[in-house]
């Protein structure tokens, strides 16, 4: 790279349609076999299914084994998938630059609410981050960042939406 590139941002954005459409895979897994014989899909999907199914685990973790029984589950599923996805993007950017001896570019994530024009990201101490945020450097910071998404008002307003 250059020697002016200093910053990355991996900008997912609400409502996003690949996140959603691995969503309604984890839900009803029977819709796979349509996607699955199209190989461009099926790899966006595959990677997808990890952090839809680490999104799962984290909402049924703090809100109880029925959690997935609420009308607002599958949007707030999809939410927290975004986030997620968007966090492990920026980690696996930086770890390829740090790799290549290129450790001085930042990379930071966010999240574009479309309804509001936001930029989202979950913060422990705060009730709503509206910065771009570092991504976190290994499993346990993404295990802090997924309770912060969990505990995130914005999760808990669509879940009981």
Known sequence: MGGSLKL??????????????A????LNPADYLSLATVHSL?????RLLVVVQASARKLVSAFGADVPLRGGYRKALAEAAIITNAAWSAHEIQQAFAADGQ????VAYGVYLLESRDVW????DQHFGT????PPKDAAGFGRLGDAVVQSARIADLLTA
Do not use: E, K, N, W
């Open 131 to 134: 910065r771009l945020a570092s």
């Open 8 to 21: 990355i941002v991996v900008l997912g954005h609400s409502g996003c349609g690949a996140v959603s459409a």
């Open 103 to 106: 450790s001085r570019i930042q």
């Open 23 to 26: 969503v309604d895979v984890f």
């Open 42 to 46: 099926r790899g966006i999907l595959d």
């Open 121 to 124: 990201t979950p913060q422990m």
